[in-house]
């Protein structure tokens, strides 16, 4: 008889996390963190029927504002709930995870430690008392390529363009949920061969343009963020687009850069042809275009933010 089962580990990592609340309630109604911002929007649609995008908040925070909006509605405002909600999130990305894991074929016992280490990570741990939106995004990933796994071995395109949806949801609370859309495009061309490039084209695409309709929509409704909390920079324009750049570069060399220079020494010669190069440029031009529509669809305008006059 195994000491260890699937269903044994998700029990043990459920009523773990009932003790966690026992221990330590997130009963309390005050913010923590930075989530005072999009909190504000929320109690003051309840306190007066007005939505107001805060024009300081700079995530996309649209999906999770939404989940939000309807326990606020239902249950009236509290951080509590707020919390609880983003807590719940949380217990989710780690069975998610522990699902991932064993998917993998991963031994179980590994997996669970594996498990129970991103849950007691700080930063994990820190945040899921918080309902910012960064535990949120990374349910949303986690899911996503688990369903990308499953659709991509299986040859499943419901699973890929539930995996996209995903990715277009956590968009939505994080802008970087994008970049694992970039990381399927990578796969699609060391492996186009091995699918159907027209259901691929519509699991992909249809999320793409579900992602670009929704933001124009969100701008037309003025729904987007309008201002930086910077006061400092004497270009703002031009120095903030140097420094999103920088972070992603430092972002990408942090968790990419052994994986990519593996890649390029088995493939050299592969990644050279003339037909991959061009499918690299077209992927690169597509994402380019998303990411040029987006950007000239935000306004950016200096401010330093206030938070007395806001809550």
């Given at each position: 008889?195994?000491?260890f089962?699937d ?21 309390n ?92 990570n ?68 060391f ?17 793409s ?21 910077i006061?400092?920079?004497?270009s703002?324009y ?22 990519s ?38 306004k950016i ?11």
């Open positions: 008889m195994k000491i089962t269903k044994k580990c998700y029990l043990i990592i459920i009523l773990l996390f009932i003790f966690q609340l026992i221990i330590l309630s997130p009963i109604e005050f913010p923590l963190n930075d989530d005072w911002v999009h909190n504000w929007a929320i109690n003051n649609y309840v306190s007066t029927g007005q939505f107001i995008y805060p024009s300081f908040l700079a995530p996309n925070m649209h999906f999770l504002m939404l989940v939000d909006f309807l326990l606020a509605k239902i249950f009236g405002f509290s951080f509590s709930l707020m919390r609880l909600a983003n807590l719940l999130f949380a217990l989710a990305t780690i069975l998610i995870f522990f699902k991932l894991l064993r998917y993998l074929k991963v031994p179980i016992v590994t997996s669970l430690l594996l498990s129970l280490t991103l849950w007691f700080p930063i994990f741990f820190n945040l899921s008392y918080t309902s910012m939106g960064d535990i949120p995004t990374l349910f949303m990933l986690t899911f996503a390529i688990l369903c990308f796994c499953i659709g991509f071995d299986k040859k499943n395109y419901w699973y890929i363009f539930g995996g996209a949806m995903l990715v277009i949801l956590g968009f939505y609370i994080r802008q970087y949920a994008i970049f694992l859309l970039f990381a399927v495009g990578i796969f699609l061309i492996k186009r061969k091995e699918y159907h490039l027209n259901k691929m084209a519509v699991a992909l695409g249809l999320p343009l579900i992602l670009v309709s929704a933001y124009v929509i969100f701008y037309r409704l003025d729904w987007l963020p309008q201002e930086m909390n006061h400092f920079f004497p703002i031009s120095k903030h687009i140097i420094i999103s750049l920088w972070q992603y570069v430092l972002l990408f060399s942090l968790f990419l850069s052994p994986i220079f593996s890649i390029l020494a088995k493939n050299m010669k592969l990644m050279l042809s003339k037909k991959n190069l061009f499918l690299a440029s077209l992927l690169f031009f597509y994402f380019s275009l998303i990411g040029f529509i987006l950007f000239i669809f935000n305008t200096p401010k330093l933010a206030s938070w007395g006059d806001h809550w």
